[in-house]
């Protein structure tokens, strides 16, 4: 049977304050259990503050727990409460809202701290003594284990405090109002969400494989002979990609995103490239194509897949991706009534990984190298490096490079008779970008995520490294213009290489190569705000089918309180809440600000009418900034999200915000300086070197805590799926993943 994965939402105060509290588009708890009834975990409503963790352990009763350990955890775990009690919970501090829950005296209070912190012990004894570490078994012990492994003691700090909060809300409803939670909470037939859809009879083709077999050929050919269509993938670079080659066949097309929409002028009938979420769900075509569909499993985006596939109105639909997603999407297809062909396609080329790595030599490097980093600072950075070290030229792809730009140095990192022998690309190759590359050599196999670095998945290693040895490009599709071609056909006696820079991330390369990821059980959903506004006046306990679990955006749930002092209906918050916000920007949550203001008062959009929009910064130049290259780079990038949230906002609200043209026009010159900059730009490596080394000993030392605390509980074997960062435009690689890879920028080469 299909199994749940379910969300926290957020802390447990002011529950009855208005709809966008209960914040629906926040975060997700990953999770395995054994019933779609099993108890559902609620927390965290409107904080400001990152949101409850990702629980991205299993629930493995099989497993001997060890005592010892779980002893351990048992301490950390009174201990750390013990702390959050006198110093979070004082009565003095907290008298109204304990008053609120039916807490009249302190005295009441310290009973319900004391049977709270034995409630903990019994769950710790009740893993040590009975091996009870599931969800279904052990609630507690796995609630609080899970913010431990996610994010040690910081994420079990919060998890302990919202699971305190829970419990002293356990009196506050009835039975009966309890009963009437779920009723309107009920969320187990999203499908049903879609009913134009689910009158159609619909063909779903699952076109499933490594990377390099073709599946994805095939799909878009079944596109291209449609009278009509739509594209939908996981990055604005992939929609432009497609756009531009049904455009080279004279095809009419659209190009959708959230930031840009190209629409075919005196065209009534056209095809449509989008970004997933926009996929339009009320235009019947007759074929759609769903690209990289095991993100349908993805923590933060998933419920956009989701809602593609089960909302597109397409007499066909092809899904392209990987062989773990073909058990749920078969389960779905069963569902919903819709007939499902599996295509599987093996690779065209052999892949294998390598024995060493380039031992921190870019003297080692081979023609038709591509080393892959995740920003932009740490790409430009290593494109001088490798030049300086090699005295050869080596291009840049990445995913927020300018269509034109991004083809160009493709052509000539491909062309063989020139002196651009190497190719510094960002994991959006990943994706879909089809390069001539022999070697892929991984610079760092740790990404950031919104709890610190994690190590990468066997997935996104697959995924990246299985982009060696392709020798057919999206580009030669493009300039084949109506030609039928073929798939990716490789070289005689070609084999795709994989390696990493350092000899400290080969292992865990060769590992994930070794072994093939785990199949996805569940696929995300995100709930509509008509739901929302239902929610107003209650405290939902929501039952949930098995065979999906809540994907609300986790970047977003803290920045619903920056909106909170501007009165919005509940759809105006929630659109907010879908929104590329960047709250860690110095001026993010002023801009948010100033963005619901305009939409509150539906008036005060004009671009230059919003001086929380920093646009001076364009008359000023590095050679007279202050505070020096780095910092001017920064708040560049800082003003770039502020005026990409802007033109996201314009295709909602274009009344509000009508400034659009030169919202763009805005944006391309701070892109232009930002890719000046990073040109010009001295980056010291041996800098860079020492910061990579010292995650890779923070990530090491962690899981040697967690072995110590946890043992073999603590092992997590959950895939987690990434597609960039939220908050980008086109949810693409960030500048700088480190603050500190700013700080590697010595100076400038010239002026700008």
Same mark, same amino acid.
């Given at each position: #049977?299909?199994?749940?994965?379910?969300?926290?939402?957020?802390?447990?105060?002011?529950?009855?304050?208005?709809?966008?509290?209960?914040?629906?588009?926040?975060?997700?708890?990953?999770?395995?259990?054994?019933?779609?009834?099993?108890?559902?975990?609620?927390?965290?409503?409107?904080?400001?503050?990152? #949101?409850?963790?990702?629980?991205?352990?299993?629930?493995?009763?099989?497993?001997?727990?060890?005592?010892?350990?779980?002893?351990?955890?048992?301490?950390?775990?009174?201990?750390?409460?013990?702390?959050?009690?006198?110093?979070?919970?004082?009565?003095?501090?907290?008298?109204?809202?304990?008053?609120?829950?039916?807490?009249?005296?302190?005295?009441?209070?310290?009973?319900?701290?004391?049977?709270?912190?034995?409630?903990?012990?019994?769950?710790?004894?009740?893993?040590?003594?009975?091996?009870?570490?599931?969800?279904?078994?052990?609630?507690?012990?796995?609630?609080?284990?899970?913010?431990?492994?996610?994010?040690?003691?910081?994420?079990?700090?919060?998890?302990?405090?919202?699971?305190?909060?829970?419990?002293?809300?356990?009196?506050?409803?009835?039975?009966?109002?309890?009963?009437?939670?779920?009723?309107?909470?009920?969320?187990?037939?999203?499908?049903?969400?879609?009913?134009?859809?689910?009158? #159609?009879?619909?063909?779903?083709?699952?076109?499933?494989?490594?990377?390099?077999?073709?599946?994805?050929?095939?799909?878009?050919?079944?596109?291209?002979?449609?009278?009509?269509?739509?594209?939908?993938?996981?990055?604005?670079?992939?929609?432009?990609?497609?756009?531009?080659?049904?455009?080279?066949?004279?095809?009419?097309?659209?190009?959708?995103?959230?930031?840009?929409?190209?629409?075919?002028?005196?065209?009534?009938?056209?095809?449509? *490239?989008?970004?997933?979420?926009?996929?339009?769900?009320?235009?019947?075509?007759?074929?759609?194509?769903?690209?990289?569909?095991?993100?349908?499993?993805?923590?933060?985006?998933?419920?956009?897949?989701?809602?593609?596939?089960?909302?597109?109105?397409?007499?066909?639909?092809?899904?392209?991706?990987?062989?773990?997603?073909?058990?749920?999407?078969?389960?779905?297809?069963?569902?919903?009534?819709?007939?499902?062909?599996?295509?599987?396609?093996?690779?065209?080329?052999?892949?294998?990984?390598?024995?060493?790595?380039?031992?921190?030599?870019?003297?080692?490097?081979?023609?038709?190298?591509?080393?892959?980093?995740?920003?932009?600072?740490?790409?430009?950075?290593?494109?001088?490096?490798?030049?300086?070290?090699?005295?050869?030229?080596?291009?840049?792809?990445?995913?927020?490079?300018?269509?034109?730009?991004?083809?160009?140095?493709?052509?000539?990192?491909?062309?063989?008779?020139?002196?651009?022998?190497?190719?510094?690309?960002?994991?959006?190759?990943?994706?879909?970008?089809?390069?001539?590359?022999?070697?892929?050599?991984?610079?760092?196999?740790?990404?950031?995520?919104?709890?610190?670095?994690?190590?990468?998945?066997?997935?996104?290693?697959?995924?990246?490294?299985?982009?060696?040895?392709?020798?057919?490009?999206? *580009?030669?599709?493009?300039?084949?213009?109506?030609?039928?071609?073929?798939?990716?056909?490789?070289?005689?006696?070609?084999?795709?290489?994989?390696?990493?820079?350092?000899?400290?991330?080969?292992?865990?390369?060769?590992?994930?190569?070794?072994?093939?990821?785990?199949?996805?059980?569940?696929?995300?959903?995100?709930?509509?705000?008509?739901?929302?506004?239902?929610?107003?006046?209650?405290?939902?306990?929501?039952?949930?089918?098995?065979?999906?679990?809540?994907?609300?955006?986790?970047?977003?749930?803290?920045?619903?309180?920056?909106?909170?002092?501007?009165?919005?209906?509940?759809?105006?918050?929630?659109?907010?809440?879908?929104?590329?916000?960047?709250?860690?920007?110095?001026?993010?949550?002023?801009?948010?600000?100033?963005?619901?203001?305009?939409?509150?008062?539906?008036?005060?959009?004009?671009?230059?009418?919003?001086?929380?929009?920093?646009?001076?910064?364009?008359?000023?130049?590095?050679?007279?900034?202050?505070?020096?290259?780095?910092?001017?780079?920064?708040?560049?990038?800082?003003?770039?999200?502020?005026?990409?949230?802007?033109?996201?906002? *314009?295709?909602?609200?274009?009344?509000?915000?009508? *400034?659009?043209?030169?919202?763009?026009?805005?944006?391309?010159?701070?892109?232009?300086?930002?890719?000046?900059?990073?040109?010009?730009?001295?980056?010291?490596?041996?800098?860079?070197?020492?910061?990579?080394?010292?995650?890779?000993?923070?990530?090491?030392?962690?899981?040697?805590?967690?072995?110590?605390?946890?043992?073999?509980?603590?092992?997590?074997?959950?895939?987690?799926?990434?597609?960039?960062?939220?908050?980008?435009?086109?949810?693409?690689?960030?500048?700088?993943?480190?603050?500190?890879?700013?700080?590697?920028?010595?100076?400038?080469?010239?002026?700008?």
């Amino acid at each position: #049977m299909l199994t749940i994965r379910r969300a926290g939402l957020a802390r447990l105060s002011c529950i009855l304050q208005a709809a966008y509290s209960h914040g629906f588009s926040t975060s997700i708890r990953r999770q395995r259990v054994s019933t779609p009834k099993s108890d559902f975990k609620i927390s965290r409503i409107l904080t400001g503050k990152p #949101m409850s963790i990702r629980d991205t352990v299993n629930s493995r009763p099989q497993i001997a727990s060890n005592s010892r350990t779980h002893a351990m955890f048992r301490g950390l775990a009174t201990n750390k409460y013990d702390e959050i009690m006198r110093s979070d919970f004082a009565w003095k501090s907290r008298e109204a809202e304990y008053s609120a829950l039916g807490i009249k005296t302190e005295s009441e209070l310290q009973g319900n701290i004391a049977s709270f912190r034995s409630l903990i012990e019994k769950a710790c004894d009740l893993a040590s003594k009975k091996k009870a570490i599931s969800k279904t078994a052990n609630p507690l012990f796995y609630a609080l284990r899970s913010a431990f492994i996610e994010g040690d003691v910081p994420l079990l700090t919060k998890e302990l405090r919202y699971s305190f909060q829970n419990f002293l809300m356990r009196t506050r409803f009835s039975a009966s109002i309890t009963a009437t939670h779920r009723k309107i909470a009920d969320f187990r037939f999203p499908y049903e969400w879609f009913p134009a859809t689910r009158a #159609m009879k619909r063909t779903i083709h699952l076109h499933v494989g490594p990377t390099n077999s073709g599946k994805t050929y095939h799909a878009l050919k079944a596109l291209e002979n449609a009278k009509t269509g739509i594209y939908a993938g996981p990055l604005r670079l992939l929609a432009h990609e497609v756009f531009s080659r049904f455009t080279a066949k004279g095809k009419p097309c659209a190009l959708i995103t959230g930031e840009e929409q190209r629409i075919p002028e005196n065209e009534d009938n056209y095809f449509r *490239s989008c970004t997933v979420e926009m996929t339009p769900l009320n235009h019947r075509v007759d074929v759609a194509v769903i690209d990289e569909i095991q993100m349908i499993g993805d923590i933060e985006r998933g419920w956009a897949w989701t809602q593609a596939f089960l909302g597109v109105q397409a007499k066909e639909v092809h899904l392209c991706g990987e062989e773990r997603a073909v058990e749920l999407i078969k389960s779905l297809c069963d569902t919903i009534g819709d007939d499902c062909i599996v295509h599987n396609y093996k690779r065209l080329s052999p892949l294998e990984t390598m024995s060493e790595s380039l031992n921190n030599n870019f003297k080692n490097l081979q023609k038709g190298d591509c080393i892959v980093s995740f920003s932009r600072v740490g790409l430009h950075a290593l494109k001088q490096a490798v030049e300086k070290a090699t005295g050869r030229r080596c291009a840049i792809v990445y995913g927020s490079l300018p269509p034109e730009t991004r083809a160009q140095q493709a052509a000539l990192f491909n062309n063989p008779d020139n002196e651009y022998d190497y190719l510094v690309a960002s994991d959006a190759i990943g994706m879909g970008l089809n390069l001539e590359i022999k070697r892929v050599i991984f610079e760092q196999t740790h990404k950031r995520d919104r709890y610190g670095y994690r190590a990468m998945s066997t997935s996104e290693l697959k995924q990246i490294g299985g982009r060696a040895g392709r020798f057919r490009t999206a *580009s030669h599709a493009i300039q084949a213009g109506t030609k039928e071609g073929s798939p990716a056909e490789p070289k005689k006696g070609s084999v795709g290489l994989v390696t990493t820079l350092e000899d400290a991330d080969l292992g865990s390369v060769q590992e994930a190569f070794s072994r093939d990821p785990e199949p996805l059980e569940t696929a995300g959903i995100q709930i509509p705000p008509s739901v929302l506004e239902r929610f107003s006046t209650y405290f939902p306990q929501p039952p949930l089918s098995a065979t999906f679990f809540y994907a609300f955006v986790i970047s977003q749930g803290p920045h619903i309180g920056s909106t909170c002092p501007y009165p919005m209906s509940v759809y105006d918050r929630c659109v907010f809440l879908n929104a590329p916000v960047a709250l860690r920007e110095r001026d993010g949550p002023a801009v948010l600000q100033a963005m619901a203001r305009c939409v509150s008062s539906m008036d005060g959009g004009h671009v230059l009418d919003i001086p929380e929009l920093n646009l001076e910064l364009l008359d000023t130049h590095k050679e007279t900034f202050r505070e020096g290259p780095a910092e001017y780079l920064r708040r560049l990038e800082s003003l770039h999200k502020a005026i990409t949230l802007y033109l996201w906002l *314009s295709y909602r609200y274009s009344g509000v915000f009508r *400034s659009q043209s030169l919202a763009f026009h805005i944006k391309t010159m701070v892109e232009e300086r930002i890719d000046t900059q990073l040109a010009e730009a001295v980056f010291t490596q041996e800098s860079r070197r020492a910061m990579i080394s010292k995650v890779r000993q923070r990530l090491a030392t962690r899981d040697l805590t967690m072995n110590k605390i946890l043992g073999d509980d603590g092992k997590d074997d959950v895939q987690h799926e990434s597609v960039g960062d939220w908050t980008e435009e086109g949810h693409q690689e960030p500048l700088f993943e480190d603050p500190a890879e700013v700080e590697a920028i010595e100076g400038s080469r010239k002026s700008t």
